[in-house]
Structures are given as C-alpha cells and as structure tokens.
Nanobody
C-alpha cells in the first residue's frame, strides 16, 4: 500500500486547509487511516484516526474540534480538514495506514506534506 499526501502549503493564522491522503489500493476500507504531524524540532505526534468502519479517534483531546477526518473509500482517499489554524500547527503532516486498528502501530506511511501557518 502506498500513500501520498497533498494539500499542504502556506496559510495565514485563522485559515483552513484540507489535506488529502491518496492510497494506491482501492480497498482502502480495510485499513484504519491516521494523520500524524511532526513540527520542527519536535517528535511526531498523532492527530486523528479513522477506522475502516468509520469510527474516529482523536489522539489528543486538545485537537478535537479543529481537526476533522473523513474518508471516501470509493476514491481511495482520506481527508484531514483543519480549521482555525495556528502557527503552532506548522508541521509536516503524514498519513499512515494500519491493517488492524487506530490503536495499533501503523504499517504504511506516506512521505508527508508541509503545512506552514504564518502571516
């Protein structure tokens, strides 16, 4: 399974962005897909994950509300909608897939897309 992220870029504080994660397999519904991010000089952290059945798990309570995940299995794509962006959201955002669940280790990773929040 190959994953390709897109949609990153430069955005002003308070703005919104939608990131996409395109999968090479059409049977994306067999996987839990998570979004992770790594800010400069920091460790990678989990953002949010969606199971094959559509259940959503926020990895961090502080992110609930501004980060919304959705999936379109017919198109083999998972989306991350980020609203009210803050400079501290600046990071490389990665999507990853697990053949098990959102609570398991991820089996496949994309290369990431850079989001810069700055005025």
């Amino acid at each position: 399974l190959q994953l390709v992220e897109s949609g990153g870029g430069l955005v002003q504080p308070g703005g919104s962005l939608r990131l996409s994660c395109a999968a090479s397999e059409e049977r994306l519904g067999h996987y839990a897909i998570g979004w992770f991010r790594q800010a400069p000089g920091k460790e990678r952290e989990g953002v949010v994950c969606i199971s094959g059945g559509g259940g959503i798990r926020n990895y961090q309570d502080s992110m609930e509300g501004r980060f919304a995940i959705s999936r379109d299995d017919a198109k083999g794509t998972v989306f991350l909608q980020i609203s009210a962006l803050k400079p501290e959201d600046t990071a490389v955002y990665y999507c990853a897939a697990s053949g098990s669940s959102c609570l398991s280790g991820m089996d496949y990773w994309g290369k990431g897309t850079l989001v810069i929040v700055s005025s």
